[in-house]
């Protein structure tokens, strides 16, 4: 922990790019060669202390800024829990394998777009004979 005061005289506003932090005593994390920032997260002391983690979400706030949204130990677990069972009902559903998800997702998907496009042609021929 530092003041704010000598945290911005060593290291500048670019502690701030995940966000500005509240308060007059800031928690620095530096990453050397790599980031410092300003952080008012949840830490530990070892990284053997955290567990799984599992990445949720990004989102980019600004230019050259991305934030990362992920949860560790129980949570990640219980995640990750959760996308096993979806992809086994999916498999169960399809009555395929898991190492045949994302080919058969993409013949799906392909076959409904060829699908939407004879739709098209059928309904403006059907408009056209109408017309007639």
């Known amino acids: 922990m530092m003041s704010k005061t000598d945290a911005e005289k060593e290291y500048g506003f670019s502690l701030y790019q995940g966000g500005i932090v509240p308060g007059n005593e800031l928690r620095i994390v530096n990453i050397e060669g790599v980031d410092t920032e300003a952080c008012c997260g949840t830490h530990c002391d070892n990284t053997s202390e955290v567990g799984w983690i599992k990445m949720v979400n990004s989102r980019r706030i600004s230019d050259g800024i991305v934030r990362l949204y992920y949860v560790a130990n129980e949570k990640a677990m219980e995640i990750m829990n959760k ?50």
């Open 83 to 132: 996308e096993t069972t979806l992809l086994q009902d999916v498999c169960k559903l399809w009555n395929i394998d898991q190492t045949q998800v994302y080919s058969t997702a993409k013949r799906f998907f392909n076959e409904y777009k060829k699908l939407g496009t004879t739709v098209r042609k059928q309904d403006s021929q059907i408009l056209d004979l109408q017309i007639k």
